[in-house]
Protein backbone atom coordinates (compact mmCIF):
# COMPACT_ATOMS: atom_id res chain seq x y z
CA UNK A 1 0.00 0.00 0.00
CA UNK A 2 1.47 3.79 -1.15
CA UNK A 3 1.77 5.94 1.58
CA UNK A 4 0.12 9.74 0.76
CA UNK A 5 2.66 11.83 1.03
CA UNK A 6 3.03 14.61 3.61
CA UNK A 7 1.49 18.46 2.33
CA UNK A 8 4.55 20.51 3.68
CA UNK A 9 2.26 23.42 3.08
CA UNK A 10 -1.17 21.58 5.41
CA UNK A 11 -1.59 23.31 8.67
CA UNK A 12 -0.65 20.65 11.45
CA UNK A 13 -0.59 20.68 15.30
CA UNK A 14 1.67 23.26 16.25
CA UNK A 15 0.26 25.78 13.63
CA UNK A 16 -3.32 24.58 15.57
CA UNK A 17 -1.76 25.41 19.10
CA UNK A 18 -0.15 28.93 18.04
CA UNK A 19 -3.58 29.79 16.59
CA UNK A 20 -4.97 28.99 19.88
CA UNK A 21 -2.67 30.99 21.71
CA UNK A 22 -2.91 34.05 20.09
CA UNK A 23 -6.45 34.24 20.54
CA UNK A 24 -5.99 34.05 24.02
CA UNK A 25 -3.20 36.49 24.37
CA UNK A 26 -5.90 38.49 22.17
CA UNK A 27 -8.46 38.30 24.37
CA UNK A 28 -6.85 38.68 27.69
CA UNK A 29 -5.38 41.78 26.65
CA UNK A 30 -9.03 43.24 25.44
CA UNK A 31 -7.60 43.38 21.86
CA UNK A 32 -10.22 43.21 19.10
CA UNK A 33 -9.42 41.27 15.88
CA UNK A 34 -9.49 44.42 13.86
CA UNK A 35 -6.92 46.56 15.94
CA UNK A 36 -4.31 43.59 15.87
CA UNK A 37 -4.97 43.54 11.80
CA UNK A 38 -4.38 47.25 11.66
CA UNK A 39 -0.94 46.97 14.39
CA UNK A 40 0.46 44.09 12.29
CA UNK A 41 -0.52 45.25 8.24
CA UNK A 42 -3.46 42.55 7.15
CA UNK A 43 -7.33 42.64 7.30
CA UNK A 44 -9.70 41.64 10.07
CA UNK A 45 -10.52 38.60 8.16
CA UNK A 46 -6.75 37.64 7.85
CA UNK A 47 -6.50 37.16 11.60
CA UNK A 48 -9.75 35.24 11.83
CA UNK A 49 -8.00 32.56 9.73
CA UNK A 50 -5.11 32.65 11.62
CA UNK A 51 -6.87 32.04 14.66
CA UNK A 52 -8.90 29.33 13.56
CA UNK A 53 -5.75 27.85 12.07
CA UNK A 54 -7.56 28.09 8.66
CA UNK A 55 -4.29 30.15 7.59
CA UNK A 56 -0.36 28.92 8.17
CA UNK A 57 1.26 32.15 10.15
CA UNK A 58 4.98 32.85 8.66
CA UNK A 59 7.76 33.66 11.12
CA UNK A 60 7.61 37.24 10.10
CA UNK A 61 3.97 37.57 10.89
CA UNK A 62 4.45 35.88 13.87
CA UNK A 63 6.93 38.60 14.97
CA UNK A 64 4.77 41.18 14.38
CA UNK A 65 1.49 39.56 15.88
CA UNK A 66 4.02 38.64 19.39
CA UNK A 67 4.88 42.26 19.22
CA UNK A 68 1.16 44.11 18.85
CA UNK A 69 0.57 41.75 21.73
CA UNK A 70 3.58 42.67 23.44
CA UNK A 71 3.99 38.86 24.40
CA UNK A 72 7.70 36.99 24.11
CA UNK A 73 7.53 35.28 20.75
CA UNK A 74 8.80 31.85 22.94
CA UNK A 75 4.72 32.13 24.52
CA UNK A 76 3.54 30.60 21.19
CA UNK A 77 5.67 27.47 21.51
CA UNK A 78 5.78 24.94 23.91
CA UNK A 79 3.46 23.15 26.67
Request: glycine letters at 6%; charged letters at 30%; zero cysteines.
Amino acid sequence: MKRKPIDPRAVNDMDLSIAHRIRAFRVKKDIGQVTLAESIGVTFQQVQKYETGKNRISASRLYLIAGALDVPIEQFFGE
